[in-house]
């Protein structure tokens, strides 16, 4: 079996990739036994925490229509997060605060969320796979997938559970400190963000450790 996303094919657990994603070259999973897909999102934001995602897909219960979060529309993203969460042998978030960010750099941060999501996870797979170029140590055999999101359908499973779970996070941060359009841009540095973080200087949920942030005015809503 080739639980995986490639160019010009409908996987297992996929539907068939848009044109301009076809000409990635598949991956096949098969060799890795039961395997776990891994991804995160939050690395560029300016605010909230990075969310990871771990996601062990079931062959007998097929997902149509995965691929790159970024790809997909928030309805869409929140109509898989549900499939995703229900058909899947198993799921699991992690996370890593801001200030997790600031004290250890959010690399280093991305790879702690990475961990805890593997960590929680109720089944122990074979392998981890990781969308990017680099793994953490999970203590368990694991290989990094450039494109992976686009590839490897568990890695897709996982960017859209843990696109939509950081969203809703930001969406609620909004609502704590308002002004800032947190629930439009989702802490990214966006023009508005920029100048709404001007004016009323950071709050609570930014990244001190991000240029932009320690830049900005400390007046109004600020720590």
Known sequence: MCAKLGAGTVSKSGGALPQRQQILEPFDVT??????????VGIGP???????CAVILDPAAPIDGLRDS??????????????????????????????????????????????????GLSITPDTVL??????????????AIVKGDQRVAAISAASIVAKVTRDRQLVELATRF??????????????????????????????????????ASSVGNKI
């Open 130 to 143: 990781v969308d990017g170029n680099k793994t953490p140590d999970f203590g368990m055999p694991a290989k």
């Open 46 to 52: 300016l605010a909230g925490a990075v969310v990871a």
């Open 70 to 119: 970024k790809r997909l529309s928030d309805k869409a993203r929140e109509r898989l997060a549900v499939i995703i969460r229900n058909r899947s042998l198993s799921w699991s978030l992690g996370s890593a605060s801001v200030a997790e960010v600031d004290r250890l750099n959010v690399l280093v941060a991305s790879h702690l969320a990475m961990q805890r999501a593997v960590a």
């Open 31 to 40: 060799p890795y036994g039961v395997s776990a897909g891994v991804d995160e």
């Open 178 to 215: 308002p002004g800032y359009g947190f629930e439009r841009h989702k802490g990214y540095p966006t023009k508005h963000h920029l100048q709404a973080l001007a004016a009323l200087g950071p709050c609570e949920a930014h990244r001190r450790s991000f240029a932009p942030v320690r830049s």
